[in-house]
């Protein structure tokens, strides 16, 4: 692919709020093709993006169905003002249709989940008759005003009709949607490739968790934790290590990750301080922006599209900042949804909880604060309490290890006082 095409990423520097960052990058991309789909066995299939509808082959239920354990008789018979009585004449249990009809004045034992019998349309719970004699062949009596014509009777299709899509395309499945799925019948899905992300840390400082520290230098922190919230999306990581601050070393991996790889995850190297050969090797391979977002941490971002050799889809370059915090905090703002609607997915909104804030945060206008925190339910009054979890330096992993919510307070907000509701999206779903 030679031409990229209009793109709304002018390259260079750009001043952004939160959310002008978030919608420029979502008017940019462009999902994986549904033809990069295959069928998967259910078993399989957690996590991964629908790909097609489902279908309902059949009726759920199958058949008409008791909500209870009772008596099946036709509702007709029930007397206005006065006991109804019946004899029983018969017993049906679940997966055992009853071969016979219910004739009128009659009525049959039946249990939770059995097939109506013909000639029934009403059950009445067990505990709401009086039986007179056996319960297969005794007389049942049910007191007037228990029960109405029709109750306790599951029709059948009325949780699903069949024909009606039971499952839309680009829904990432879930526990509930494969036992769905296989109480119709079904023992695959078609589901979207997983999107292969390529990452890698960049910095002549940053050295690999395991060899010897020389002084100066700091661990590689970065590859993992993204790594792992890119996994835990069910995505593919390409691993491709560290990155000295070199031109060679990034023209080689920049063309070994579009090769590679639907997206390019970079921590490190992009900020307005760094060496201008980053924006030269990204302009070379496409259509990058280089953004200052008004929001703390994680100022510095770059975001683009790649070319890619021998494919129409481009590869997405996120460039996100080099201080650990920042990396994850950038990630979860940008990156985890686009990743998403990469993917195929139809992300639903992030759940926003509110909390009230344990003690005054000072924040000031014009940029969006995400400070790490751990929400736990209020001493008094019910809801949820939030507290910062410590030092909010962008570099601290500890205070976000430790966290288990970022608080968020938004662009045109000031400081917060104790007590005050804030926003704050919970880690648990997010990462
Ligand atoms: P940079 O964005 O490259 O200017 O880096 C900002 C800060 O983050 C510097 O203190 C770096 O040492 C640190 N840093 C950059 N990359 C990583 C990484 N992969 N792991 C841990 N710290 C990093
Ligand atoms: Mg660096």
Request: charged share 20%.
């Amino acid at each position: 692919m030679n031409e990229l095409g209009p793109s709304p990423l002018a390259a260079g520097e750009r001043n952004l709020s939160v959310d002008e960052a978030r919608a420029a990058i979502a008017a940019a991309l462009v999902p994986l093709a549904r033809s990069e789909s295959r069928e998967l066995p259910l078993a399989e299939a957690a996590g991964r993006v629908l790909a097609a509808d489902v279908i309902s082959p059949i009726d759920v239920p199958a058949y008409d169905n008791s909500a209870m354990d009772g008596y099946a008789f036709a509702g007709a018979a029930l007397a206005a003002g006065a006991p109804t009585v019946l004899r029983a004449a018969g017993i049906v249990f679940a997966g055992k249709p009853f071969t016979g009809a219910v004739a009128t004045g009659h009525c049959v034992r039946i249990m939770t989940g059995a097939m109506m019998p013909v000639g029934a349309d009403t059950v009445v719970p067990l505990e709401l008759a009086q039986v007179d004699g056996s319960p297969e062949s005794g007389l049942v009596n049910i007191a007037p005003g228990v029960i109405r014509p029709g109750e306790n009777r599951r029709r059948q299709g009325e949780d699903l009709a069949r024909g009606r899509p039971a499952l839309t395309a680009g829904r990432v499945l879930r526990p509930a949607d494969l036992g769905l799925v296989a109480s119709l019948g079904m023992t695959t899905l078609r589901v979207m490739r997983p999107l292969r992300v390529a990452l890698f840390s960049t910095g002549d400082e940053v050295v690999e968790p395991g060899a010897p520290l020389p002084a100066g230098c700091i661990y590689d922190s970065n590859r993992f934790s993204l790594g792992a919230a890119v996994r835990r999306l069910g995505m593919e990581v390409v691993d491709l290590g560290l990155v000295r601050d070199d031109p060679q070393a990034l023209a080689s991996v920049v063309q070994r990750a579009v090769r590679e790889a639907d997206v390019v995850i970079t921590s490190g190297g992009v900020s307005a301080g760094d060496a201008d050969y980053t924006r030269e090797i990204l302009a070379r391979h496409g259509e990058v922006g280089f953004w200052k977002v008004a929001m703390r941490p994680g100022r510095p971002f770059a975001f683009g599209p790649l070319r890619r050799p021998g494919s129409e889809a481009p590869s997405w370059l996120f460039g996100l900042p080099g201080n650990p915090v920042a990396a994850l905090v950038t990630f979860y703002a940008f990156v985890r949804e686009a990743l998403l609607v990469l993917a195929g997915a139809a992300p639903a909104p992030l759940p926003v909880l509110t909390a009230r804030s344990a003690a005054a945060i000072r924040k000031r206008p014009g940029r969006t604060e995400f400070q790490r925190a751990i929400v736990e339910p209020a001493a008094e009054g019910g809801g949820w309490q939030v507290r910062l979890s410590g030092s909010q330096g962008a570099g601290v992993l500890r205070s976000m290890s430790e966290a288990n919510a970022l608080v968020v307070l938004g662009h045109g907000q000031g400081s917060v006082a104790a007590g005050e509701p804030v926003a704050v999206w919970l880690f648990e779903g997010l990462v």
